[in-house]
């Protein structure tokens, strides 16, 4: 319900933490299918944490905070750009990548 409700009043920025922490498998895997089907469809922005690694993969940006401090800071790499590694820097990226009209998960 609460999901419903955060998306219904068609946010820029949606702020998501540990959405998944109390739920079983199964409905957390569901629970981040519908946020990341809802994020793609309303466009919005979503910031989500996680512990979750299988959770993490499914970004299209991953930053790793270690003791309070960015450690690590990956884009996943587009289809726009053949032969990339799964992980390339954000800045490596190119200029005409989008990721609504790429297709990349």
Known sequence: M?????????????????PTGNLDARTGRTIIDLILE???AEG?????VTHDPDIASRARRT?????GRIAEDR????CCSP???R?????SLPSTHSPRTCGNP
């Open 2 to 18: 609460a999901l419903a409700r955060a998306f219904s009043i068609r946010p820029k920025i949606l702020f998501a933490d540990e």
């Open 38 to 40: 809802l994020n793609e």
């Open 44 to 48: 919005t922005t979503l910031v989500l």
């Open 63 to 67: 930053i790793l905070l270690s003791d």
């Open 75 to 78: 884009a996943a790499a587009s």
């Open 83 to 85: 032969g990339r590694s």
């Open 87 to 91: 992980w390339a820097s954000p800045r």
